[in-house]
């Protein structure tokens, strides 16, 4: 009767240890001050040719020796906000900023007889698809952040 007793307990102490031992990375991700695995929050504006940009999105994607994920929000009035929830973790990113407007064009639906407005990307692809913009996320407090964009538009002269 001995030996099982000892047996249980063994089991049930080699059990709680696993429980344990499993258990304290993950509390180490939630507890504040334990991890460099925090999300920051990022504000900041952008503005196109010295005026905000009215909307679109700010997309952060890590570059080599920033650990993930890729973070972004929506621009409104110049404007935008990544909450901490969903927001990148401290280090150098690359920066995508897009705005988009309609063309005034239609073109038919692929699977209905419905009309959709054609959209074009205006934002020059230095900003977006061949980004040259970097940013740093602050590894405390909240981050600020602000861009200022030229159009391709040349000048008249």
């Known amino acids: 009767m001995l030996n099982v007793r000892c047996v249980l307990w063994d089991v049930r102490r080699g059990t709680w ?4 031992r499993c258990s304290l990375p993950v509390l180490a991700l939630v507890v504040p001050g334990c991890s460099d695995s925090i999300r920051k929050e990022v ?3 952008v ?3 010295d005026q905000p940009l009215a909307e679109g999105q700010i997309d952060l994607h890590p570059l ?3 650990p ?5 929000a929506t621009i409104e009035d110049g404007m935008f906000r990544i909450d901490p929830d969903g927001g990148p973790l401290a280090g150098t990113f690359r920066v995508e900023i897009t705005a988009s407007r309609t063309t005034g064009k ?21 900003y977006n698809d061949s980004s040259e913009l970097e940013a740093t996320v602050n590894e405390t407090g909240a981050t600020e952040l602000k861009f200022e964009l030229t159009s391709d538009v040349e000048p008249a002269l």
């Open 64 to 66: 080599p020796g920033t």
């Open 17 to 20: 240890l696993l429980i344990l």
């Open 43 to 45: 504000t900041g504006t």
């Open 106 to 126: 239609k073109i038919k639906a692929d699977f209905s007889d419905e009309m959709l407005d054609v959209y074009v990307q205006y934002l020059p692809a230095r």
């Open 68 to 72: 993930g994920p890729s973070a972004g």
């Open 47 to 49: 503005l196109l040719d």
